[in-house]
Each structure stands twice: as C-alpha cells, then as structure tokens.
C-alpha cells in the first residue's frame, strides 16, 4: 500500500511530470461552441489557441462530475492506495464540491483527504509536486494531507495578462476588479491570494511587466522550486525562466503551457511565474 496524489488539470503540470512523480490528474472541460473537450485530453494548447483569438463568444469550462472522480479514486482503493487529493481554490471553482461528493459516493471515505489548495495553476501545481515527495516519505495520508495545509501558503504565483478581458467575461476577476475603472493601456500583474484573484501591479508595457514580475520573484528568495508557463508568447516565457533559473536547482524547475480551461479566463500573451520559498520547517 502507498499513498498517492490526485490533483486537476488547473495545477497546470505536464503531463510526463505528473506520470513522474506518480500524480492522477483529473481533467476540467472547456466547452466551445456547444461541444465539451477534456482539458488536455481531447484538445492541444495550439489548436485551442487558434481557435480563441477568433471566437465571437468567449468559450466556458467546467468542473470534472462526481464520477469522473470517483472514477479516478475507486482504481487507486482498489489498488491498495490512500489518497490526498489537492484542488484548485474552491472560490475559483467547483472541483473541490465534485472531489467531496465523489469521496462520499465511493464507500470508503477514510481511504481519501480533500485539500483546498485556495491556489490554482502553477503555484497549485507546485504544492502538489511537494505532496507526492512526502507521500514517499510519509506513512499516513492524513499527515501528508495536514503538511499540504500547512504548506500551501509557502506557494505564491503571479500572472500578467495582456488585458483583464478574459478573467472579467469569465467571471474570475475577483478582487482584480479594481483595476478595471483605470488605464486602459496597461498589462496588470494578478495573483492568486487567500483563494481569489488580487491586482498586484499595472505596469504601462509588456517589456515592465516581464521586468517586474522578475523582480517580484526574485524578491521572494530563497525558494525551493520555480514553475513558468504561458498561453501564446514562448519568448517572454523563455526570457522570464532564463532571468530565474540561478534561483533553483534544474531539476526544481517546471515549464508548461496554460492548459484550455486557464486560458480561457487568461487569455493569449500570459505568463505566469510560481514558487515555492523554502521555509524554516524544512519543506
């Protein structure tokens, strides 16, 4: 018996790390034009791309059902594993009700820890790639679930988008919403904080953007693990992870590219940088 980690597809992991590190990742949907896709699963990060520039109506996603699941959850049990399953912020989404409703469905509701991560995209991805480093190390998947708690507020993850458009037509925009009565001409820097999305900063250009959001994680050092990714726009990425990459060891560094369901609230030309600091407990 072991433990094992589930998670969603809004942790934005690439899918040969998550087979790596022995993660199930369980897959939101995008649906366009009346037609549902699994995110990652039944459509590709270019084909979708292409096909959301040139939308008259913006796509909307949706949260993984029950059953898929317990889907998910019923294949583990059965092969002998105890589960933590981590889930984007439950204010940005309802995957985490689906992961509950599908723990009380299966019958053997002890077997399984839900954790509300309150992240989402990298920096989720990030909490759950520590998780399945305890899981090996760790008897108990209550205890790996009670330091996933403990540690999530240890990973921070910032965003800039080209514009503020996509999260306010989906619905996302939180605390962002703010924003929204300045300058037009700007390309805001957002975070995820306390389960929503907050405005940290509006930089005038794409060019400051990049610069700061650099600064900003450089100021959060030291940390143990750097995750970049982006919609459309591999430059900048690319520019974002050479200006970082001295922060981490190469083996703690995770590239990949916002998946349908995030980029259809970020939008095209998003980059987002997370981190996970080191801390004084050691994890």
């Not at 105890?82 to 984007?88: A, G, L």
């Not at 700007?186 to 794409?206: L, M, Q, S, W, Y």
């Not at 259809?264 to 998003?270: A, C, D, S, V």
Request: proline share 5%; aromatic share 6%; with cysteine.
């Amino acid at each position: 018996m072991a433990i094992r980690i589930v998670t969603d597809s809004v942790a934005d992991l690439p899918p040969d790390v998550a087979r790596a590190n022995e993660i199930s990742v369980v897959p939101l949907y995008v649906l366009i034009g009346g037609e549902a896709f699994r995110d990652g699963i039944d459509i590709d990060a270019d084909a979708f791309y292409s096909r959301l520039i040139t939308l008259a109506k913006l796509p909307t996603t949706s949260q993984p059902s029950a059953l898929d699941f317990a889907d998910v959850y019923r294949r583990l049990i059965d092969q002998g594993h105890d589960i933590v399953s981590i889930h984007v912020s439950s204010k940005l989404s309802g995957t985490l009700n689906s992961a509950e409703l599908a723990k009380s469905a299966i019958g053997e509701p002890h077997r399984i820890e839900i954790v509300d991560s309150l992240l989402a995209g990298g920096s989720q991805g990030l909490l759950t790639l520590s998780a399945s480093g305890w899981a090996k190390e760790m008897t108990s998947h209550i205890d790996v679930a009670q330091r996933v708690r403990e540690s999530a507020s240890a990973n921070f993850g910032y965003i800039t988008v080209d514009t503020l458009k996509y999260l306010k037509m989906g619905g996302r925009i939180g605390k962002a919403q703010a924003f929204l009565g300045g300058l037009l001409d700007f390309k805001p820097i957002v975070c995820v904080r306390d389960g929503e999305v907050h405005p940290v900063e509006r930089p005038r250009t794409r060019r400051r953007a990049i610069a700061r959001l650099t600064s900003i994680v450089r100021d959060l050092a030291p940390i143990r693990s750097l995750h970049v990714s982006y919609t459309t726009g591999a430059q900048d990425a690319v520019v974002i992870r050479d200006a970082l990459a001295d922060l981490v060891d190469p083996d703690a560094l995770v590239e990949s590219r916002f998946g349908p369901v995030l980029g259809t609230h970020l939008g095209p030309n998003t980059i987002g940088v997370a981190v996970t600091r080191a801390n004084s407990a050691g994890y």
